[in-house]
């Protein structure tokens, strides 16, 4: 018997969340759901359940140097996915080994992850200026909720109708394409894909389930998986739009706390 085609290779370069609900590990589900081959690049360690996060750890950047040299340099990647980047320097060092993928055309997701929902900082507010300035021109899509729009912005947002300009202001630093998340405001779940010329809107229903745990992770992941399977970002967002709505309703209590979304059906 011959060996099978290798799928899609996707990497996530993110912190790992030892409650197993977001972070690394919720990027290799949605991609092992996605039919892609996960890879991962760790840049901090989490001390996390579904109360909190009880500890930080960031890894040296010359272990981050070290992991994506050995994915990048053997196996190869059909797109990137970034998540929790912790401290300046580990931005830093990501943003320059990116910058040759992103050169040769390799898609990048880039979820500029700030607070956890719990309102823990996964990334010191010094290293916001660094992934504006540095991060960002990199990214093919870029991933922030309506709060961290503002953050990157300076700018309020606090509604629907802010989701235009935030999408606008923030395509201003730099990325291909943006998808802003309005998933936290009251009514429908709105997010607002925007290039600097056309918008798309995707919807869905708010779903009654407290249990969020990784929605952001999965959503970037998804998207990632998309666009290494060769879609274009307005059908990967589409897909991975259906895809963390879906995880979402079947989100479960696990812990004293916020449960994780579900990646197994
Ligand atoms: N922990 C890690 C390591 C993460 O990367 C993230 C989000 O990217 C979170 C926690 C936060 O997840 P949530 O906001 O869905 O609780």
Redesign the pocket.
């Known amino acids: 018997m011959s060996a099978r085609t290798a799928p899609p290779r996707v990497l996530t370069i993110?912190?790992?969340?030892s409650g197993g609900?977001?972070?690394?590990q919720a990027d290799l589900k949605t991609m092992l759901a996605l039919g892609t081959h996960g890879m991962s690049v760790l840049t901090?360690i989490?001390a996390?359940n579904s109360v909190g996060?009880q500890g930080v750890w960031d890894l040296p950047s010359e272990a981050v140097v070290a992991q994506f040299r050995a994915v990048v340099d053997d196996i190869g990647v059909d797109a990137v996915k970034t998540?929790?980047l912790s401290s300046p320097a580990l931005v830093e060092t990501v943003a320059g080994l990116l910058r040759p993928l992103a050169e040769a055309g390799v898609p990048i997701v880039v979820?500029p992850?700030a607070v956890?929902?719990?309102g823990d900082a996964?990334l010191a507010p010094e290293a916001v200026e660094t992934v504006r300035t540095r991060l960002i021109p990199l990214a093919t899509v870029l991933t922030p909720n309506l709060d961290e729009a503002a953050a990157l912005t300076g700018q309020k947002y606090a509604e629907e109708a802010d989701l235009r300009p935030a999408a606008e202001a923030v395509h201003a630093l730099g990325p291909a394409w943006v998808l802003v998340k309005g998933g936290h405001l009251p009514g429908d779940a709105v997010d607002l894909l925007y290039d600097g010329h056309t918008e798309h809107r995707f919807r869905a229903p708010r779903l009654d389930n407290r249990h969020?745990?990784?929605?952001?992770?999965t959503l970037a992941s998804a998207i990632a998986a998309g666009l290494a399977s060769g879609q274009d970002p307005v059908a990967a967002v589409g897909a991975a739009k259906t895809y963390v709505t879906e995880a979402l309703a079947r989100g479960f209590a696990l812990g004293a706390g916020?449960g994780p979304v579900d990646h197994a059906w």
Request: glycine share 22%; net charge negative; aromatic share 0%.
């Open positions: 993110a912190g790992s969340d609900g977001a972070g690394i901090a989490t996390q996060v998540g929790m979820d992850v956890s929902k719990h996964l969020t745990h990784g929605t952001g992770c916020i």
